[in-house]
């Protein structure tokens, strides 16, 4: 076993469970990509078994902090099946769901989704990588699934000197499966959908939203950056009876539809847009129309904190254009999912963009990931979608 020591003083870290070595704090030692490593401080005492990372500025990212424990295949089983116990008891509505959430689940670089009987994961640093047919195992031993499906396709491989890799890595068969989501039957493809194929932290936001609209009466409704349709089909859901979805990808759209139609709302009412979505909300202004609703959820504008300065004006930009476009009384459901943008700036800026707009709103709620997407105590870092639900003033 290697040896990884630390540099004076950087041991704290560690010593409070957070599973990051950073390049800067290790005094000497190296290993293979992978490959399981003792991190010690600079005195010698254990802190860590770890996967280290050659080209990673995370060199090392931590498996355990108990010195009796091996990394072996039992540890993965152990660590999966406290990741499943953790979910069947947080009472999700739905067959879709993240089984484990990274460093949260104590498995730096793994995310791996269940969407009914197939699993979608993706492995993301080179210590998953390296357990990568162990963890395939031991998936399918924790949950008694047959199909797995391979989506380390993430560009954060790059900086792990890791390939694209896509397929499946147990079992096979169609990659286009339905999932029910608080009673909606929704479709995803885990071959060709974003990330594992649908975006689960959002699922109970937009049960949320569905409540909202059927409580405020909304019946128009903007859905920005739709993807395939979830917050459409929640509107409907609610009562909406006009819904125009918004986004970039036409595969997306094309899905949206198929979820609305699925789930036997009237097309009639629904509009599909391939545009920018900033560009439509100012054609929307443009033409005078107005929205009892509207959902903002975009891409990561700032995947670090050195994009926060451009990402605010983009947030301002939609933000200003949603608060004006929106009814007097309407709702707003705005969402970052930058970890460059904490909770405190993105309400800044949300805030700077109801000044510009000359408009005022009440927070009815702020929003975060599903619960199925746990932040720890230790790892705050973890923490990545912020939302805020508003109410325009009358
Ligand atoms: N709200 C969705 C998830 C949105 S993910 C859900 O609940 O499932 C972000 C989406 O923004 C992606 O579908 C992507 O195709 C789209 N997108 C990215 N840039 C865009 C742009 N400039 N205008 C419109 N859509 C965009």
Known sequence: MKTIRLRDGKERSLQRRHPWVFEGSIARGSADAGETVRVESHAGEFLAWGAYSPSSMFRVRAWSFDESERIEAAFFVRR???????????????????????????????????????????????????????????????????????????????????????GWLRGEGATELLITEHGWTLGVDVATGHKTGYYLDQRENRRRFAELVRQLGCRSVFNGYSYTGGFSVAALAGGATQVLSVDSSGPALALARDNIVRNGFDLAGCEFADADVNAMLRQALAEGRSFDAIVLDPPKFAPTAAHAERAARAYKDINRLALQLLAPGGLLLTFSCSGGVNADLFHKIVAGAGLDAGVNAAILQRLEASSDHPTTIEFPEGEYLKGLALLKQQ
């Not at 640093?125 to 357990?131: I, K, L, M, V, Y």
């Open 80 to 166: 999966l099946r406290r990741a499943i116990a953790l979910r069947a008891r947080l009472g999700i509505a739905s067959d879709g769901q993240r089984l484990v959430h990274g460093e949260a689940d104590g498995l730096p670089g793994l995310i791996v989704d269940r969407y009914g009987d197939t699993l979608s994961a993706q492995f993301l640093s080179a210590g998953a990588e390296r357990w990568r047919a162990v963890i395939a195992d031991a998936l399918l031993a924790t949950t008694g699934l047959s199909r797995l499906y391979e989506r380390s396709d993430a560009s954060v491989r790059a900086r792990e000197g890791l390939d694209i890799r896509v």
